[in-house]
């Protein structure tokens, strides 16, 4: 009997209806750390952590430009300045609905 690890999945089902799970795609492309984590985060973001998924994709990336590009710290600042601005209202319009749903229920 042959062992078939990329069958398995350890804790949760979120890689197990794709075609290719990452985690055999990364080994089998033999990627390094961040380019692998930013994969299995953006594959798995719709079935396991919404958008926190999609924040640390964005984590890694910028590790990445940050460790392999010259002209990083330009572009690096640009994207994360973008980046918290989009997060800032995001929240902002977050609290301001769910603060509105608190104070209809109160009615």
Do not use: W
């Not at 392999?68 to 609290?95: A, G, L, P």
């Amino acid at each position: 009997m042959t062992f078939k690890p990329y069958e398995k999945q350890v804790g949760g089902s979120h890689y197990k209806n794709m075609v290719v799970q990452p985690s055999e795609f990364i080994n089998k492309n033999r990627l390094p750390f961040a380019e692998g984590s930013a994969i299995k985060y953006i594959c798995r973001h719709a079935a396991k952590g919404k958008e926190q998924d999609i924040e640390k994709a964005i984590h890694y990336l910028e590790m990445i430009l940050e460790r392999d590009y010259e002209d990083r710290n330009k572009f690096t600042s640009k994207v994360t300045s973008t980046h918290r601005r989009t997060q800032k209202k995001i929240r902002t319009k977050n609290y301001s609905a769910q603060h509105h749903k608190k104070e209809t229920s109160k009615i």
